[in-house]
């Protein structure tokens, strides 16, 4: 398709009941070379405020984004059908993002190193312009991963959010110049990406993209940054395994929001559930009764534990991916309007089958046994993906050696947690490139600059 074929105006929906929420203009080209020009003029100021100043302002875009919680959780629940007390997490997850990164701004310093003759000193400089391209799985805090440390390292930001969900991330714009954040540091442009998120790529201003999304995607996102030799951090696609040892507390190992939450809309959901063959039957039956019980239905409601997919376009891909017929287990979803798909695991898929190996990102996971550890690691890493995995089981010493096996970058535990805003987030293999999140986020965003100070004098 050619850019002028796309449709001007996005048509946000609301997943839930297919009703239109909003129409927002879809940014052209020509928008994106005018909000890099805006942005790289905002860059220069923000970049020569002293660190202090630049700390506050943060922390006050923080507190703006605390004060409009429930607002914008409320936007969110509408646009992506997400569950109202997701939401809110989500929409305090940017303020506490914001306030780590402007703790930041202060504390982002060079070396000294060695060196006869002189000082030989690093400094960390800003980029310029960053461009971050968001998904529609977690708008918000996605958004802000890549926003906030640009932002503390003193770059200027154009974010381009997913053509289905623009509505929290031109909100968050608004409250940053509510906040008092200079004009054109931090814009966002909803569009096409095929339209906007090229151009923000391709853009000659544009000094580093950050992108979320789908590993072919990353791909074309990666193949036009090399052609100016732009750095790129992508975070990319992930068939996370959970490993459920024999000797595992099986009720909290197989919880079944591990693959469910979000309705399975989640780069480090554990699709995966490979499970010691004497403990197989017992696993199975656990996940049986806990799928069934899952209320699937309206995500504003506080009862809801799983709402609709994203889309008709993702529902269709999920459909594809797993047949009415494919064997396994089932809860059950709302008929009529919205994009709705039942909680499902599969439970006759050979382990390089289609449904076992991609990312079907939908509220469906795959049960495979596996014989013992060795085994276990095999069938774990046997995916082009590595983004995140939980292992269960007592054994401390086989937790280690399974942990430093797993070719993945988040790992759990006897837990399903993954993504913190203060530890490092990223993928291995073709889950991505580069780390998010964690103590070195803001330096991510700035190029190291060494510089020699002869002690010795100019010379005679
Ligand atoms: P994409 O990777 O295509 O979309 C992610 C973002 O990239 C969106 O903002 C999108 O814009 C933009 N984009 C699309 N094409 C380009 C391009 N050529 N250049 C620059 N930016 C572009 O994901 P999909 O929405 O198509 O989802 C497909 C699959 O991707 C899902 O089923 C899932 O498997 C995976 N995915 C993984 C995510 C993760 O968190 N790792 C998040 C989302 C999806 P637009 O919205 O206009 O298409």
Redesign the pocket.
């Known amino acids: 398709m050619s850019p002028s074929s796309y449709e001007h105006e996005l048509i946000v929906l609301n997943p839930a009941t297919e009703e239109v929420v909003a129409t927002v203009p879809a940014a052209t080209a020509a928008d994106v070379d005018a909000a890099v020009a805006r942005a790289a003029k905002a860059q220069a100021k923000w970049a020569a405020l002293a660190p202090a100043d630049r700390a506050r302002l943060l922390r006050r875009f923080a507190d703006v984004v605390d004060q409009h919680v429930e607002e914008l959780a409320r936007l969110e629940v509408r646009e992506a059908g997400h569950l109202l007390g997701n939401a809110r997490w989500e929409a305090g997850n940017v303020r506490d993002l914001l306030a780590y990164a402007a703790g930041g701004v202060e504390r982002l310093s060079g070396r000294q190193i060695p060196v006869p003759g002189g000082l030989d000193v690093t400094i960390l400089e800003p980029l310029g312009v960053v461009g971050v391209?968001?998904?529609?799985?977690?708008p918000m805090p996605?958004a802000a991963w890549g926003t906030a440390p640009a932002l503390a390292a003193g770059n200027a930001v154009v974010l381009?959010?997913?053509?289905?969900?623009p509505l929290t991330a031109l909100r968050l714009a608004e409250l940053a110049l509510e906040a008092g954040l200079p004009d054109g540091l931090f814009q966002v442009l909803p569009?096409?990406?095929?339209v906007?998120?090229?151009a923000?790529?391709e853009h000659p201003g544009v000094a580093k993209i950050v992108?979320?999304?789908?590993?072919?995607?990353?791909r074309?996102?990666m193949e036009?940054c090399a052609r100016q030799v732009k750095p790129v951090t992508l975070?990319?696609?992930?068939k996370s395994p959970n490993i459920v040892f024999a000797d595992a507390d099986l009720r909290t190992a197989v919880d079944p929001f591990s693959f469910l939450d979000n309705s399975g809309?989640?780069?480090c959901a554990r699709t995966r559930i490979l499970v010691q063959e004497p403990v197989y039957d017992e696993v199975r039956e656990l996940l049986a009764d806990a799928v069934n019980a899952v209320v699937v239905g309206d995500p504003a409601d506080e009862k809801t534990q799983m709402g609709p997919l994203i889309s008709r376009?993702?529902l269709e891909?999920?459909r594809a991916l797993v047949p009415a017929d494919a064997p396994g287990l089932r809860g059950s979803a709302p008929d009529g309007p919205g994009f709705w798909f039942a909680p499902t695991v599969l439970t006759g898929e050979a382990p390089d089958s289609e449904a076992a190996r991609e990312?079907?990102?939908?509220p469906v996971a795959v049960l495979l046994p596996f014989t013992d550890e060795e085994d276990a690691i095999r069938l774990a890493n046997d995916t082009p993906y590595g983004?995140s995995g939980s292992l269960w089981t007592r054994d401390l010493g086989r937790a280690l050696r399974v942990s430093r096996a797993v070719k993945a970058g988040n790992l759990s535990v006897n837990s399903h947690s993954s993504v913190r805003y203060w530890t490092p987030f990223g993928g291995y293999k073709q889950?991505?490139l580069g780390r998010e999140l964690g103590p070195d986020a803001l330096t991510a965003f700035t190029e190291t600059k060494n510089v020699f100070i002869s002690t010795e004098g100019p010379a005679q």
């Open positions: 391209i968001a998904p529609w799985n977690f996605i381009k959010p997913a053509e289905t969900t569009g096409h990406g095929p906007a998120g090229t923000l790529v992108f979320t999304g789908s590993t072919g995607t990353g074309a996102v036009g975070e990319l696609g992930g809309q989640d780069c376009r993702q891909r999920v990312e079907i990102f939908g983004l889950s991505g």
